[in-house]
């Protein structure tokens, strides 16, 4: 009668943790992720995600992201701080086909990374309802205005490799606003 129920226990828990390792940490067979070296953002400092932090990051992006843009335990390695906001480090997480963001609690991906203007934005409101964050771009010099949903236009602040905004820019939304290269 035990080991009926010991059997089914024990298998629940080993079924669970390849779910978990497998589809988050074994998602891409190409080795290593890091940013190309065509995409500006590859001339920032690594800045390796301690190991402390690393379940919690990994968690913030959906599996099927995860998966489909290689976030694999290299990209914890090679991540880069994009910039420091007041929510916190914006931190550019490539992975084997992409990259994505991390700010505060949440994540943003694309796996389009092949040197045509692109631009991967991340904006979280802040207690004021300000966004706050910034992105990455593909193309060296490009920032982006940013439109808010009452069409107010605000420059964004660039930086290697990419752009900023800041609450005191008075960018408001309710999700994200449109960037205005994109339009």
Known sequence: M?????????????????????????????????????????????????DSERVAINNLIPLDEASRYGIV????????????TELGPLIILPGTNGACLILSSTSACTGKLDGR??????????????MVGGGLTTVSGSVPDI???????????????????????????KAWPRLSDSE
């Open 117 to 130: 203007p692109t631009v991967l934005a991340l904006l979280v409101p802040n207690a004021a309802g300000f």
């Open 2 to 50: 035990l080991r009926p129920r010991l059997s089914v226990a024990l298998s629940s828990v080993a079924i669970s943790v390849a779910a978990f390792g497998g589809a988050t940490w074994a998602t891409a067979s190409s080795g290593s992720a890091d940013l190309p070296q065509s995409l500006p953002a590859s001339q920032l400092a690594r800045t390796p995600i301690p």
């Open 73 to 84: 335990p290299s990209s914890f390695d090679n991540a880069r701080l994009l910039a420091a």
């Open 147 to 173: 439109v808010d949903e009452a069409g107010l236009r605000v420059q964004t602040t660039p930086t290697l490799g990419g752009f900023t905004v800041a609450g005191a820019q008075g960018v408001r939304g």
